[in-house]
């Protein structure tokens, strides 16, 4: 014969954001440490090797800092003119950066002073990184040029012409050291070959291009610009994969976690996107308090540094894990009592059976199977139930009325009992999802206890409060079948079709509205 | 199908195994029960129904073991005779014609040659208590008018009489009092519960009665759920009773075991109570029965009960209160809201079960296949109480989708609804909740159907309601990168000028959807949700609503509250024709046009079937039933019939249930009554004088595998004697060594194997040529003497062999014995 049946626990959809393996992954991270910075954070780029330190590009600087410093632990302030793009070599151990003067520097990084220099743009350099051979240095800069150097003698190798505009973002391939791509204001994204004297690839953003990003295998090319951010596959020729528009306002920086399954993306709507790398839709989001311009995340994502418009430089720590295993751990039964018959194999002739699997039943199950229907009432008028997860004390009240006992149920309380019922109903009394069950509920609470009402100051004034409640709860009733009357006006003077109306109506009402509690 | 009889209504499976108490066979290898006009033996070990004694004309209504001879079976029955049964190969013996209409029958061991029966003799609410002799007489049917009475003014129903004390007295209850007759001194004595005397609604009236076995001692069961335990009763002054309570509802029945060491009881609960040594603080329970207890009954061996219970079900229940078999029949007490529906994949029957549950029921085999869940809730039996109902349900899509509807309504504005989607779990076999939505109207559902559409790629429902609306709810693709899932969603919602929407029905190719709306029939274009026209006949409101099929899905028919059925013309968008017919019922068959109509008049119930394109019925069969026949459904047949008259045409492809008030399912039929009643399992009971141990399967399919060749060879009249395994030294060696001086099992397993594989090299050495010497021919006497039994089952197998045979047989005999004695000795050596 069938067991003891659970009560159904009515499930409601959880408002506000899903509960999913991504956000719990990116909702562990500690509160931000703030860093204010000279000017606007125009980049951030860590260190790829350890201890992975970071270079952050703000005004007329570059600061370094460590992994957990506040404050930074080398500075390099010899520019005219606003610094753009500090990037780290592949080995860490230089730093190269363009100016507003059309200058870019190299430096060491433990040195102070530049090693190189290399002279040759007219305007602002805005972009620079290291080739993957790591001896070149790619630049673009706003005099529509695209330069290619080489840094032992410090001499321009390369000229590119083919941009129509500035050229504000680049990245070099990190597995061919004759590729890199640029983006620029003139809608366009190209890919250089520096054996060749000429683009290979050129891709239509749509939008002036404010960011662009190889995957570490090189075959997808990221861009943003505008509110768009788009996916090419470089090796279908530069097609377009797919195309995001998620942000509210231009995207001006993309990144990669370390294990290239998400994308993120910031913007000037101070949101930072995650994005799934294998389909392409918004995993999780964070909020910053101003405009973004530069993200970036370190080694195994351990840390999110994102740099703001107003100078701020936010860094958040991942929460470190190994605290759990800190707690004592509990003396366990030793591994020979642990594996005691496990390691038995089955004998050809042996008829294995099972010891019967125990269903597990909540408390309050365990009470109205043994048909203890106050005692189960009481239990998930526990404050920790009744305020955590009113639906279960909700649907217990529901399981004792379809029994036909929640007369019994509610009879024969004390003041301080009776004060819990009224609480948990003044609580819940008004949402519509209880209310129908509820109503039920306090009109037998008014059914017992009247005759004894005005015996307890408590419980009188809590009678009190139910009744404003109701009374509030009629008005907001008739007010929204007013606006219901209103609107259903004014559709009926839009619809031309006068047979049908299509129009679902708001289902919420009309729960309350004939239910009057007299107390 | 040469001659076509008349079409006949028949009643097909379904009846009630809850009448009467079951009753079990002295070894509890079988349990009785009376069902209808029929009594099904079932084994207790299988459930399978393995006999269906027919005979009585009317229901039966007692049945009883023949106290001498526990192989046959009394039963009684309203058409006034008592027939003897052998339940073993389902003969009927003898019968014994009485008369009068029969409501019990009771047997005693000490009463010779006559048993009890309860009739009513002239009034219709006075019923007696008679003792009728059975004279002895070779002929089958034999005239029992000697009746002796015994006791007056008792209740009708078995359950208020018991016989005590190996046939002592009997105890008789009815309402307030207690009657007890005692044979010997032919006194009666009655007694009366002191608190009722003045009351007039007093809830302690006696509900049934049973005797200790052994003891002088009554117990009683009470309306207020109390049980009584009546001692001294044989003297009027100086009687006790002590009262043992646990029911809350009133007792049902009671039953001592055979001992009479404890007391089982009953009731509304679906609690089998156990009361050890009658007291009240010894008690176990059995919970969780299902439904409310009926009947108790106890084997003569001491080691089964069985309950039967008011879904149409019994259970038998092993001494230490374990259930280990369940014999459910077709669910019955309950308003069927579903209506009658057929799944697709089983083929089943499908309509309300047990509280809650949806059951399928297999139309050949009078089974219930299985039970589906909908509410999922803990079920409380109890007087009053609101149940949540399950109203509505339909397939979609091939039986891959199951829609189901469940209301609860406490008060007038108290409405809980729920609709539920069910998946069938191809793993599982079994339908798995895919969506639930609470509320998913403001009032009543009045109809659901799915879009059966061949082509349809999106699997589509449309509900309407009394709520003015119809909505449609389509599958959506609710994945996210985390998980694969599908669930509903609703549509479109559509409602014409806040008319309940009564009907919905989707056309054949699922492009066009009919909603009525109380008079109003509106078309919807089902890929714009566009009202394309409607329809209005001013006929009163809308009862059912269907399209036409193959040929004649241009038409849609419509029968209206005021007995007006329409046809409508969708290309024309007119009506085609109407006629007056008050229908109560219209099915279209899937596998054809026709569409079957019943229509309700004040004589009775008549069919009609039609096709939508002509208005002239291709068949009316009239007044099939007295009674308002409810719903009805037409099942594919698995084999088409070709009926060669016309007027049968349309059972070729389908056949038509219908389901009455009454609850009783019915069917049409051409075969004659004898056809159709031949029993439907034809088996033999298995001799059970083998056990059937592990051991047995080695050896007894060994032996009837070489019976079976036996009579094979014997057909090629070239037999061979084949050993018995009984014979085979090792074998027996093996069997009469004591265990001690054997060598271990495990070196002797593949030779006692290798004897047992013998008979196939048998047939080998059949080929060989007889080298035999003169001398060994004496020991082919002896072993002919050791064969002699296997020659028996010969015998008994195939009458016919001549005794020349048995020469040639002892020949080949002799020739394995010689080789068994060689395995023999080698046997010894490796010792």
Redesign the interface.
């Known amino acids: 014969m069938a067991g003891y049946k659970p009560v159904v626990i009515q499930a409601y959809p959880v408002l506000g954001e899903k509960i999913t393996q991504d956000t719990v992954y990116w909702n562990n991270y500690k509160t931000p440490v703030q860093i204010k910075e000279f000017g606007a954070v125009s980049k951030v780029d860590f260190s790829p090797q350890p201890p992975y330190n970071y270079a952050v590009t703000a005004s007329s600087r570059i600061h370094i800092y460590g992994r957990y410093s506040q404050e930074p632990i080398k500075t390099f302030s010899r520019f005219k003119d606003t610094a753009y793009c500090a990037t780290f070599r592949q080995d860490g151990r230089l730093l190269v950066a363009g100016s507003e003067d059309g200058g870019i520097q190299l430096f060491d990084i433990s040195g102070r002073a530049p090693l190189r220099q290399f002279e040759g743009h007219t305007k602002a350099v805005h972009t620079v990184d290291f080739t993957a051979d790591k001896y070149h240095v790619v630049s673009g800069a706003d005099d529509y040029t695209v330069k290619l150097w080489d840094i032992p003698n410090s001499k321009e190798i390369l000229t590119f012409k083919e941009h129509s505009d500035y050229v504000r973002c680049g990245c070099a391939s990190k597995l061919n050291p004759d590729l890199f791509v640029t983006g620029s204001y003139d809608h366009t994204v190209k890919m250089f070959d520096a054996r060749t004297n000429q683009s290979v690839i050129s891709v239509e953003h749509g939008q002036p291009v404010e960011s662009v990003l190889l995957f570490p295998s090189g075959g997808l090319l990221v861009s943003a610009g505008g509110r768009y951010v788009k996916v090419w596959d470089m090796l279908k020729g530069g097609q377009l994969l797919v195309s995001l528009k998620n942000h509210h306002k231009t995207v001006t920086c993309l990144c990669l976690s370390s294990s290239g399954q998400r994308l993120l993306s910031g913007s000037l709507d101070r949101k930072v996107k995650v994005y799934s790398t294998t389909s392409y839709k918004v995993v999780h989001s964070f909020d910053y308090a101003a405009s973004i311009l530069s993200l970036a995340l370190a080694h195994e994502d351990e840390t999110i540094v994102v740099g703001m418009t107003n100078g701020i430089l936010s860094v958040k720590h991942r929460k470190s894990e190994a605290k759990k295993d800190s707690l004592p751990r509990r003396r366990r039964p030793a591994y020979r009592t642990f594996i005691k018959g496990k390691n038995y194999m089955k004998q050809q002739d042996d008829i294995l059976i099972n010891r019967p699997s125990k269903k597990h039943l909540e408390l309050y199950d365990r009470d109205l199977k043994n048909f203890r229907i106050s005692k189960a009432l009481d239990r998930v008028l526990e404050p920790d139930c009744a305020i955590k997860t009113p639906e279960i004390t909700v649907s217990i009240i529901k399981e004792l009325n379809r029994r036909g006992v929640l007369a019994n149920a509610l009879a024969g309380r004390d003041e301080k009992e009776i004060s819990r019922v009224l609480n948990f109903l003044i609580r819940n009394l008004s949402q519509p999802r209880f209310a129908p069950v509820l109503i039920n509920a306090a009109e037998i609470i008014i059914d017992i206890y009247l005759p004894v009402i005005g015996q307890s100051p408590v419980v009188d004034k809590k009678f009190l409060l139910l009744q404003g409640l109701v009374e509030k709860e009629i008005d907001y009733q008739r007010e929204l079948l007013e606006t219901l009357g209103m609107m259903d006006m004014l559709f009926a003077t839009m619809t031309r079709k006068e047979s049908t109306s299509l129009l679902q109506h708001n289902t919420s009402d009309g729960f309350l509205e004939n239910k009057k509690i007299e107390s | 199908m040469v001659e076509v009889e008349s079409l006949r209504v028949v009643r097909c499976g379904g009846s009630e195994l809850n009448f009467r108490r079951a009753v079990f066979s002295a070894d509890s290898k079988y349990v009785f029960c009376v069902s209808g006009d029929f009594i099904k033996v079932y084994s207790t070990a299988t459930e399978e129904c393995v006999h269906i004694l027919q005979g009585h004309r009317n229901l039966v209504t007692g049945i009883q073991l023949n106290p001498k001879n526990h192989l046959q079976l009394y039963s009684c029955s309203f058409d006034g005779m008592i027939k003897l049964w052998d339940y073993i190969d389902g003969i009927l013996i003898k019968t014994f014609i009485v008369g009068c209409k029969l409501h019990a029958l009771f047997t005693l061991a000490c009463a010779e040659d006559s048993v009890f029966v309860i009739i009513n003799k002239e009034k219709p609410d006075v019923f007696q208590l008679v003792s009728v002799k059975l004279p002895k007489s070779s002929s089958q049917e034999i005239e029992a008018k000697e009746l002796s009475f015994v006791l007056d003014y008792i209740n009708q129903s078995p359950k208020c009489i018991a016989f005590g004390n190996e046939g002592e007295y009997v105890a008789a209850v009815r309402d307030f009092y207690l009657s007890v007759y005692f044979f010997k001194k032919k006194t009666t004595s009655r007694f009366t519960l002191s608190s009722s005397r003045n009351k007039k609604h007093a809830k302690n009236n006696f509900t049934c009665v049973a005797c200790h076995p052994k003891e002088n001692c009554i117990a009683t069961g009470h309306g207020d759920g109390k049980i009584r335990l009546w001692r001294n009763f044989d003297d009027e002054k100086k009687y006790t009773y002590t009262c043992l309570h646990w029911h809350h509802d009133l007792v049902m029945d009671l039953a001592f075991s055979v001992t009479g060491s404890s007391l089982l009881s009953g009731g509304r609960e679906s609690v089998l109570v156990e009361w050890r040594e009658a007291a009240e603080k010894n008690k176990e329970f059995?919970?969780?029965?299902?439904a409310t207890i009926e009947h108790i009954s106890v084997s003569p061996a001491g080691d089964l009960f069985c309950t039967s219970h008011s879904d149409n079900k019994m259970?038998i229940i092993h001494r230490n209160l374990e259930?280990s078999a369940v014999i459910q029949g077709l669910v019955k007490d309950r308003n069927i809201f579903t209506g009658l529906m057929i799944d697709p994949r089983t083929k089943a029957l499908v309509l309300n079960g047990k509280p809650g549950h949806l059951q399928f029921y297999s139309l050949q085999s009078d089974k219930q296949l299985y039970n589906l869940?909908i509410t999922?809730?803990?079920?409380?039996n109890?007087y009053?109480?609101?149940q949540?109902e399950l109203t509505k349900a339909a397939f979609g899509c091939y039986g891959n989708w199951l829609a189901t509807v469940e209301q609860?309504q406490?008060k007038e504005?108290?409405l809980?609804l729920q609709m539920k989607l069910w998946t069938y779990n191809k793993k599982t076999q079994g339908f798995v909740l895919n969506t639930k939505v609470?509320?998913p109207h403001?009032d009543h559902i009045t109809a659901l159907c799915f879009c059966n559409a061949e082509k349809s790629e999106n699997p589509t429902l449309v509900t309407t309601s009394k709520d003015g609306h119809f909505k449609v709810w389509i599958l959506t693709d609710d994945s996210?990168?985390?998980k694969k899932a599908v669930g509903w969603t609703c549509d479109?919602?559509?409602?014409?000028?806040k008319y309940q929407a009564t009907n919905c029905c989707f056309s054949e190719d699922g492009s066009l959807l009919a909603v009525s709306f109380e008079e109003i029939v509106t078309i919807w274009d089902s890929e714009t949700w566009e009202?394309k026209c409607t329809f209005c006949q001013r006929a009163g409101k809308i009862r059912h609503l269907c399209f036409g099929r193959l040929t004649c899905s241009k038409y849609l028919l419509g029968a209206t509250e005021n007995g007006i059925l329409c046809c409508w013309n969708l290309l024309s968008c007119a009506l085609e024709w109407s006629a007056k017919l008050n229908v109560r019922v219209m099915e279209p068959d899937p596998n054809s046009e026709n569409i079957a109509a019943i229509s309700q008049s004040s004589m009775g119930s008549d069919l009609f079937v039609f096709r939508p394109s002509e208005p002239r019925p291709l068949y009316i069969q009239k007044n099939i039933s007295r009674e308002e026949v409810q719903w009805g459904v037409f099942v594919p047949r698995d084999v088409p019939e070709s009926f060669t008259s016309e007027a049968y045409q349309w059972l070729n492809r389908s056949q038509f249930y219908f389901l009455t008030k009454s609850q009783s399912l019915l069917t049409f039929s051409t075969q004659s009554p004898e056809e159709k009643l031949t029993p439907t399992s034809k088996q033999l009971l298995a001799e059970e004088t083998l056990p059937t141990t592990p051991f047995y399967f080695i050896l007894g399919k060994h032996r009837q595998q070489q019976q079976d060749d036996k009579l094979n060879e014997a057909l090629k009249n070239e037999l061979v004697q084949l050993p018995l395994t009984e014979n085979i030294p090792a074998i027996s060696e093996l069997l009469h060594t004591p265990a001690h001086v054997l060598p271990s099992a495990s070196f002797l397993c593949s030779m006692f194997v290798n004897s047992l594989l013998l008979s196939k090299e048998t047939k080998s050495a059949e080929e060989i040529p007889d080298d035999v010497s003169m001398e060994e021919e004496k020991e082919s006497v002896d072993s002919d003497e050791e064969n002699n039994f296997t020659e028996k089952v010969q015998d008994t197998n195939n009458t016919d062999l001549g005794k020349d045979i048995i020469h040639q047989l002892s020949k080949s005999e002799e020739k394995e014995l010689r080789k068994f004695r060689k395995v023999d000795y080698s046997w010894i050596t490796a010792l």
């Open positions: 059995l919970p969780r029965l299902g259970i259930a869940d999922q809730q803990e079920y409380i109890d009053g109480l609101i949540i609860r406490e504005t108290e809980e609470n509320m403001e996210d990168i985390y479109f919602v559509g409602s014409y000028h009202l």
